[in-house]
Nanobody, 129 residues
Framework: QVQLVESGGGLVQAGGSLRLSCAASGHTGIGSSYIMGWFRQAPGKEREFAAAISRSGMYTYYLDFVKGRFTISRDNAKSTVYLQMNSLKPEDTAVYYC????????????????????WGQGTQVTVSS
C-alpha cells in the first residue's frame, strides 16, 4: 500500500509563492516507483490536472494554465515530490492533491485522473487578491 501526505499549503497574497511537498511511503524503493502528479480542486469544480513528473525526474508535463509559474520536481532519495508555485493568482485557490501512477511515461496519459492509483488527502492553498 502507498501512502501520500501533502504539506506546504496555506494563505498567500496574489503574486506570492508556495512550495508544496508530497511524501510517499509504503514500500522499499517507493521513491522512484511511480509517475507522480499534482491535481487541484476548487470549490464547486471538478478535480483538474496541473503537472506530472516521470520516475527519474527527467521528464515533466504541465497544463497550459501553470506553465511558466509552477515547477514539479522530485527527490527520489527522500521519496518526496514538490510543486513550486510562483506568481500565484486568486484563481489558483484550491485543494491540491498529489497522486501516484503505475502507468509508463510513454502512455502520455499524465493528465488522466483515472490513471492514478494512489492519492493524498490534499492541502489547501488560498490566494488572496
Amino acid at each position: 500500500q502507498v501512502q501520500l501526505v501533502e504539506s506546504g499549503g496555506g494563505l498567500v497574497q496574489a503574486g506570492g509563492s508556495l512550495r508544496l511537498s508530497c511524501a510517499a511511503s509504503g514500500h522499499t524503493g517507493i521513491g522512484s516507483s511511480y509517475i507522480m502528479g499534482w491535481f487541484r480542486q476548487a470549490p464547486g469544480k471538478e478535480r483538474e490536472f496541473a503537472a506530472a513528473i516521470s520516475r527519474s525526474g527527467m521528464y515533466t508535463y504541465y497544463l497550459d494554465f501553470v506553465k511558466g509559474r509552477f515547477t514539479i520536481s522530485r527527490d527520489n532519495a527522500k521519496s518526496t515530490v514538490y510543486l513550486q508555485m510562483n506568481s500565484l493568482k486568486p484563481e489558483d485557490t484550491a485543494v491540491y492533491y498529489c497522486a501516484a501512477s503505475n502507468m509508463p511515461w510513454s502512455t502520455n496519459r499524465y493528465s488522466n485522473i483515472n490513471d492514478y492509483e494512489y492519492w493524498g488527502q490534499g492541502t489547501q492553498v488560498t490566494v488572496s487578491s
